[in-house]
């Protein structure tokens, strides 16, 4: 099981490449997609690491998968850019079990 990164920056990518986590930098909606289903379709990917920016952009193909509980793992990651507010995990968490905290 291995580590995946799609990155709308190059920091990001090169970061995670640093640290032997392979990916791609996906700059628009068309291309993050395209590198989606090429990830979804790699049984040896586990997990998937995804910058918030293109994690908004591409919610309604990433919502489905996130709830089916099947691998690749989703996980948001935020970016220098700061596209997260802080009251995301409460929504999070309201989204997958209907619970207001």
Known sequence: MRYFVISDNTDTHVG?????????????????LKALDKVMED??????????????????????HKM?????????????HGVRNKDAIARYIREAIGVKI
């Open 16 to 32: 995670l490449r640093l640290a032997g986590v392979e990916g791609v930098i996906a700059r628009t909606r068309e291309e993050c």
């Open 43 to 64: 049984p040896s990917i586990g997990v998937l690491l995804i910058n918030e920016g293109l994690a908004e952009q591409c919610a309604a193909e990433l919502a489905p």
């Open 68 to 80: 089916s509980g099947r691998t690749p793992l989703v996980v948001e990651i935020p970016d220098r």
